[in-house]
């Protein structure tokens, strides 16, 4: 089975400053990576995925990822948040029909 | 485009009474899913399909049903409400299997007193 750790429930950021949200995940098979952001009172939406290749991912919003397959780990970053970046953001991790979700981490861009 | 359109947005239930949790996109999704969202928990899988036709359970079935009669439409339906069944719920839909994205509706937010 598969789960998803996120170590940390909240981030507290200056505007303009780098962030990195952290995501671990377990797995015996290979799987598919996802990061979502839920702005608040509204659904998900996707930031960036990884299937294959490159473990450098890009996302929307300046947003991006690297996979490490020996840390199982898939952190995602962006050099410079901006007061909009304040929301809500999940890993999750697929394999066939089924995407499970990590608790998430709530990230606060501080003026 | 509409994308997948939840409704009602909120609501308020006694304990025992029953409801339906409307879904429905207009993305010809064949994949549609069902999650509940809990403080600190993140999204936990209540129900899926992959096609009219075919459900299947997820994480937290218990106190759930759903049926899957058209593509666009994927109904979640609580019989008995309970406290525990207090949440935010939200459908969602995907074009294939878990490699592809999955868009989601807006939630409704259900509380049972």
């Known amino acids: 089975a598969q789960s998803v750790t996120q170590l940390d429930s909240q981030v507290p950021v200056f505007e303009e400053a780098p962030v990195e949200l952290r995501c671990n995940y377990s797995?015996?098979?290979?799987?598919?990576l996802f990061w979502y952001v839920q702005y608040p009172n509204q659904g998900l939406q996707l930031l960036l995925k990884y299937l294959s290749g490159s473990t450098l991912v890009k996302g929307i919003n300046g947003f991006e990822a690297e996979f490490n397959k020996s840390q199982t780990s898939f952190h995602l970053r962006k050099p410079s948040v901006h007061i909009s970046d304040t929301a809500e953001y999940f890993c999750?991790?697929?394999?066939?029909?089924?995407?499970?979700f990590g608790p998430g981490t709530s990230l606060s861009v501080i003026p | 485009n509409a994308g997948v359109t939840q409704t009602p947005k909120f609501r308020i239930l006694k304990i025992g009474q029953s409801m339906t949790l409307q879904c429905t996109q207009d993305m010809n999704h064949n994949y549609m899913y069902w999650y509940r969202q809990d403080p600190g928990m993140g999204l936990k899988l209540i129900y899926y399909?992959?096609?009219?036709?075919?459900?299947d359970k997820g994480e937290v079935p218990n106190g759930y049903n759903v049926s899957r009669s058209t593509t666009e439409d994927f109904p979640l339906r609580l019989e008995l409400a309970a406290p525990s069944q207090t949440s935010v719920y939200f459908c969602?839909?995907?074009?294939?299997?878990?490699?592809?994205?999955?868009?989601f509706g807006q939630g409704t937010r259900l509380t049972v007193v």
């Open positions: 969602a839909s995907s074009r294939k299997r878990s490699d592809t994205e999955a868009f």
């Open positions: 999750a991790v697929a394999h066939y029909d089924k995407v499970i």
């Open positions: 399909s992959v096609g009219a036709g075919i459900t």
């Open positions: 797995s015996s098979v290979s799987v598919y």
